[in-house]
């Protein structure tokens, strides 16, 4: 018995498959706030006067001649 003989066509069919792959970029924007305390040292001076009346006996009144004892 013989066998027919058997061939095998093969038909290719080219299918293209894009794959997308999109870079992103993301910008940041920060802002840094230093804040800076000072402290200035300052100093102040003081004069001070004290004043005093020391009355040494009678005061003279010139409207009235002394006596002979001074009074």
């Known amino acids: 018995m013989t066998h027919p003989q058997q061939y095998v066509k093969t038909n290719i069919f080219n299918k293209v498959v894009t794959h997308v792959h999109p870079p992103h970029t993301t910008t940041v924007y920060k802002l ?32 009235c001649p002394q006596g002979p004892f001074g009074f």
Not at 43 to 60: A, R, W
């Open 32 to 63: 840094h706030i230093n804040h800076q305390h000072y402290f200035p040292y300052t100093e102040s001076c003081v004069n001070e006067c004290c004043k005093t009346h020391t009355m040494c006996g009678v005061p003279v009144n010139p409207c």
